[in-house]
């Protein structure tokens, strides 16, 4: 805009001997005169009250076009060099500009308005005066320089919530959609700008959808400009936000995923970043989960994910998490070489979110497979978890207690988790103010004391190691589980204890017999039938289905399978006592002896399932 004052001031003067003075109104010689030498003053000048006002409302609404064109180039040029909100008496003269019918008038008010429409207070005031209407008429312009400023005040406009909808409904997107793949380089930028903008809600992302952006934003994704790609990434990302709009990508645009892959490696770190993140919304979905690792997307992510540029670790970390939801990706991500990358970011202190994306990315990699299960562990995530648990933020304690309870499912690794002392860092957290770090605390000191296949070299010291401490140990636990007044809470202690019996380990049966604090809580549960509360704190899970073996204890039947768990514990406590089991009840009802029963293989059945196809979070 710097060429703006001298077009003024030689719009007035050139012309001011030779066609103004017989043809000027004399309100209109006035203002020009005024506006001359507030021009020459303009630094000391507000032009948006007074005389100086006066001086150009009485120019914008002359029939002569030249006085128009000097009244919008000054215009152009004052809110160039300041803005400020304005009131309706100064937007109403460059509104009627805007509907001349001279192409130097509109580009210049479009531009004046644009620029206006950087104040918050202006962009509202803007469209409540029907500013939308000309700015529309004037992105189907033939000219490019009109277009470019229109397209660029709406993207100002559209910045606003309180506009968004409106600029939806005034039937703006149609031309800003064609207009996104001008061969003007700014009208585009401008114009997929103005897209971006409209994708905050889920209502505007859907008239963007009807509008028939996703083909157009598709496609300029392999746009040689960083700002068109950064636009029309991002806004993928939030239009992938919803499912049925990832069901239409996923219908019509089969080079997504390959063209989103390629911007990961773009020289813009911020195309990068949107890239990662419009890859993480799509891996919402199944197909797209699939896709990703078939597009050798895990190089670019795992590249990512080591940079040190923290906007670039925490897309790439959500993205692989969600990538890391399907069974068939478990393998593959740890064979790219993710494991101690992830592991490292659990230490990562600068953000919480980081350290949760990672440790839930190892717990999905752990749900199917043995293999993936004891790489997980020789890799170090446990002895990571262990060193760090106590001083992590409680979100991420949730994630870390949960993905133990899942490598706890493992009986090969069982013994490896005890050597570990994990239980000693699993105790205090049992009273954890969160009920949810409890619950997952808990249900992996109830795995790590639970095994399928017995064997008399299974060593249950550990458990004798921390029976009085940290914290009151495994004693004080149980009991607060026992007593506590949630019905899911009292379940996986009384099956802890269970799984400890069971053990045939005779320090651990002899501390528990002899515990005059466990004993009484657990007759109360053998005879009470009363249901207790549940909390909607299910047991930890990692990421398959919406299966749960605690959850359901607020009904009749979990209340029953309390009683009779709390019945069995008696039976040890008070029967005789024959090889490790009660004799009333040996090689009938534990799960670990020759002959199990019906009911309590369905009991483990439930646990098992519980920590290895749970839900993902």
Not at 173 to 202: C, E, F, I, W, Y
Not at 561 to 584: C, M, T
Request: aromatic share 4%; net charge negative.
């Amino acid at each position: 805009m710097g060429a703006v004052s001298s077009c003024c001031e030689s719009c007035f003067r050139s012309r001011r001997s030779q066609q103004y003075e017989p043809l000027l109104l004399e309100n209109e010689r006035e203002a020009v005169a005024d506006l001359l030498q507030y021009l020459e003053n303009r630094t000391t000048t507000n032009f948006f009250q007074g005389s100086p006002l006066t001086a150009l409302t009485t120019l914008s609404f002359s029939d002569n076009v030249d006085l128009q064109r000097s009244a919008a180039l000054a215009f152009a040029e004052i809110t160039e060099k300041e803005v400020r909100p304005v009131g309706r008496d100064t937007l109403d003269p460059i509104l009627f500009l805007l509907s001349s019918q001279d192409t130097e008038v509109q580009r210049a008010a479009s531009a004046a308005l644009g620029n206006l429409a950087v104040n918050t207070d202006n962009k509202l005031l803007i469209v409540k005066l029907g500013g939308l209407e000309p700015l529309i008429r004037q992105m189907l312009s033939p000219n490019v320089e009109v277009q470019c400023n229109a397209v660029g005040c709406v993207t100002n406009l559209a910045t606003h919530d309180d506009n968004k909808t409106k600029i939806a409904k005034s039937g703006a997107l149609v031309p800003l959609t064609r207009l996104a793949r001008s061969k003007d380089m700014r009208v585009q930028r401008n114009a997929t700008g103005a897209l971006l903008n409209m994708t905050h809600s889920d209502e505007n992302r859907q008239q963007l959808v009807n509008a028939g952006a996703i083909p157009v934003l598709v496609s300029l994704l392999n746009s040689m400009d960083t700002d068109v790609q950064y636009y029309c990434t991002t806004a993928l990302s939030n239009i992938a936000v919803d499912g049925a709009n990832r069901k239409k990508l996923a219908q019509s645009e089969s080079k997504l995923v390959t063209s989103l892959v390629a911007l990961m490696d773009s020289p813009s770190l911020k195309v990068q970043c949107q890239a990662a993140l419009a890859l993480r919304n799509l891996a919402s979905d199944e197909k797209y989960q699939l896709e990703i690792v078939k597009a050798d997307g895990l190089t670019s992510l795992l590249r990512l994910l080591q940079s040190t540029y923290l906007p670039l670790i925490l897309s790439s970390a959500a993205c692989v998490r969600n990538v890391s939801i399907h069974p068939q990706n478990e393998s593959p991500i740890i064979e790219s070489g993710f494991l101690q990358p992830l592991i490292n970011l659990l230490s990562f202190k600068d953000n919480e979110e980081v350290q949760c994306h990672a440790i839930s990315t190892l717990r999905n990699l752990a749900a199917s497979s043995e293999k993936n299960k004891t790489a997980i562990v020789k890799a170090g995530a446990v002895q990571s978890i262990k060193e760090l648990v106590l001083e992590v933020p409680m979100n991420v304690q949730s994630e870390m207690t949960a993905c133990v309870a899942v490598l706890a499912l493992s009986d090969e690794l069982k013994g490896q988790l005890l050597e570990m002392g994990i239980c000693e860092v699993l105790i205090p957290l049992t009273n954890s103010p969160s009920s949810e770090v409890q619950g997952n605390s808990a249900a992996a000191l109830g795995n790590l004391s639970s095994k399928d296949g017995r064997t008399a070299s299974d060593d249950y010291s550990a458990f004798n190691d921390v029976w009085e401490k940290p914290d009151g140990g495994m004693h004080r636990y149980l009991y607060n589980f026992l007593t506590s007044v949630d019905a899911t809470f009292q379940h996986i202690a009384v099956w802890t204890i269970v799984q400890l019996l069971e053990s045939g380990d005779p320090q651990l049966i002899s501390n528990i017999r002899l515990s005059g604090l466990l004993n009484p809580s657990i007759r109360q549960l053998a005879l009470s039938r009363t249901p207790s509360a549940t909390s909607s704190v299910g047991t930890p899970h990692s990421h398959r289905s919406q299966s749960q073996s605690y959850a359901d204890t607020d009904t009749g039947e979990g209340q029953g399978e309390i009683q009779l768990l709390a019945r069995r514990i008696l039976e040890f406590v008070d029967g005789d006592v024959d090889g490790g089991l009660p004799r009333s009840v040996a090689g009938s009802h534990m799960a670990g002896s020759s002959v199990s029963s019906a009911r309590d293989e369905e009991l483990r059945r439930s646990v098992r399932e519980a920590f290895s196809t749970g839900s993902h979070h």
